[in-house]
């Protein structure tokens, strides 16, 4: 590819040195809040499994927005093509997804989450009490991870997304279908269908929530 189109995309500078290291400083910073969030999250897991018997955590997956991601987010948003508009409008750069057993586990952890320190809690949705039209379940937080740097402390912000195992078996499913097989919309009737695999999902949710609560009473 000729990296020129890229470049130019930032507007018409001939410094392109110049643009490309301040970009991956901008990311480096990033990638930091990734690593710090990641720890912060696996101590938290461990803490729970030394201290107690059991652990609200199933498992945790992160990523980095992949550059053809951003790249299509911001011409989506209307977000101008540069590192202030990326800033102040693109927050899942860094992505979090934290996975539980249980459905009150999604809430057990959103109350760990908003008592530290080093996490600011900018923006709650909850797709659990509102799923989204496609039955898609999840509760999404957008947070500022604290950095310690040596030039001081920075605050980075990131998605975490926490959801059952029933809500991360539709949701990755279903995103599958609709991202990697179709480019074209998907029909009426296999959004139903789809649908219809999201209630089922959160039947199996409160099932086992239902057995696991008969098993603590027992
Ligand atoms: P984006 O601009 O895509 O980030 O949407 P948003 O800013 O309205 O955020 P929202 O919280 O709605 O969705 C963010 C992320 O949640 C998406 O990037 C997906 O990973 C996931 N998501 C949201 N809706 C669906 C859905 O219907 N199906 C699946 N599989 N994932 C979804
Ligand atoms: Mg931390």
């Not at 040195?17 to 809040?33: G, H, P, S, T, V």
């Not at 945790?60 to 209307?78: A, F, N, W």
């Not at 979090?96 to 080093?118: A, M, P």
């Amino acid at each position: 590819m000729d990296l020129r189109t890229i470049f130019n995309s930032f507007g018409a500078r001939e410094d392109y040195r110049q643009i490309i290291e301040e970009f991956n400083d901008f990311i480096k910073l990033y990638e930091m809040a990734l690593l710090e969030l990641q720890s912060d999250i696996e101590i938290i897991e461990l803490e729970w499994q030394t201290r107690y018997e059991y652990s609200p955590f199933e498992h945790i997956k992160t990523r980095m927005k992949t550059p053809q991601s951003l790249q299509k987010k911001i011409e989506r948003k209307g977000v101008p093509f540069t590192i202030e508009g990326i800033r102040d409008n693109i927050f899942d750069i860094v992505g979090l997804r934290i996975v539980t057993s249980f459905e009150d586990d999604v809430y057990k952890i959103y109350e760990l989450l908003k008592g530290r320190n080093d996490l600011k809690i900018k923006r709650v949705k909850d797709y659990i009490k509102n799923p989204k039209p496609s039955g898609y379940k999840s509760l999404h937080l957008i947070v500022e991870t604290e950095l310690i740097l040596s030039e001081g402390i920075r605050w980075v912000p990131a998605e975490i997304q926490i959801r059952t195992l029933a809500m991360d078996f539709f949701a990755s499913t279903e995103h599958k279908l609709q991202y990697k097989y179709n480019t074209k919309e998907l029909s009426q009737e296999i959004k139903d269908e789809l649908f219809e695999v999201a209630q089922a999902s959160s039947q199996l949710d409160e099932k086992m929530t239902r057995v696991r609560n008969t098993i603590l009473i027992d």
